[in-house]
């Protein structure tokens, strides 16, 4: 059972333009909700990370989205770059655990 | 990379043999995480641990089975690797469950695994 769903599964967006990632959750006890991004051949890092008692947080380009009520977050890249172009992954931790449960991931790609 | 390491890089084996695959930190953290990734699934949690001797399953352990004799060194064992268990294998580690930014997951470069 998928605890987080992420969409879509690949992107394409010209230089210059929003990118938008969505995920989804069911599980009320998540309270921790961070981006991973990953470049082929290299292992994911930590990009940005949102907890629930804030709606959005922003750095740099990137900014995420948080909606507690819908149970939505989502990953904002302004002014996309073809230095984006990566997979990204959200995830999201249950309280007072180490562990997190990731999204199937994003593919994006920004054209130049 | 965070002071990550594993080993081998890349790997080839046959159907039933035993694979072990190992993971280094040079960074002290507490918890260490081993995961695969495969393509429409994403990363799957297969084992944890929280400290020596102490693991614990993830989403997708079976076939699967961990050690930890030193804070440093996390070893993820294939007892009879199966065409199944063909992916690119990552550790990961964290220092904290929690709070402040210690619950960031530092991953290592991977471990692709092919078995024929």
């Known amino acids: 059972q998928q605890q987080v769903k992420q969409s879509p599964q690949s992107l394409i967006v010209q230089k210059g333009g929003i990118s938008i990632i969505n995920c989804a959750y069911e599980?009320?006890?998540?309270?921790?909700f961070p981006w991973y991004q990953q470049f082929p051949g290299k292992g994911p890092a930590l990009l940005i990370a949102?907890?629930?008692?804030?709606s959005e947080k922003k750095e740099g380009r990137f900014t995420i989205s948080f909606n507690k009520s819908a149970k939505q977050f989502s990953l904002h890249i302004m002014d996309s770059q073809p230095g984006d172009s990566a997979t990204y992954f959200c995830?999201?931790?249950?309280?007072?655990?180490?562990?997190?449960?990731f999204g199937k991931g994003t593919m994006l790609l920004v054209s130049p | 990379d965070a002071g990550i390491t594993q080993s081998p890089r890349h790997k080839v084996t046959e159907t039933g043999t035993p694979v072990t695959l190992r993971c280094h930190q040079t960074?002290?953290?507490?918890?260490m995480y081993w995961y695969r990734q495969d393509p429409g699934h994403g990363l799957r949690l297969i084992h944890y641990?929280?400290?020596?001797?102490?693991?614990d399953k993830g989403e997708v352990s079976d076939g699967y089975s961990v050690s930890r004799s030193k804070t440093e060194d996390f070893l993820l064992t294939l007892e009879s690797a199966t065409s199944s268990q063909t992916s690119v294998y990552f550790c990961?580690?964290?220092?904290?469950?929690?709070?402040?930014?210690?619950?960031?997951?530092?991953f290592g470069p991977g471990t692709r695994l092919l078995v024929l």
């Open positions: 641990s929280y400290g020596v001797k102490d693991t």
């Open positions: 990961a580690i964290s220092e904290s469950r929690a709070g402040f930014g210690q619950e960031t997951q530092y």
């Open positions: 949102i907890r629930p008692d804030v």
């Open positions: 960074e002290n953290h507490r918890y």
């Open positions: 995830a999201a931790r249950v309280s007072g655990y180490s562990t997190l449960t």
């Open positions: 599980n009320t006890a998540f309270d921790y």
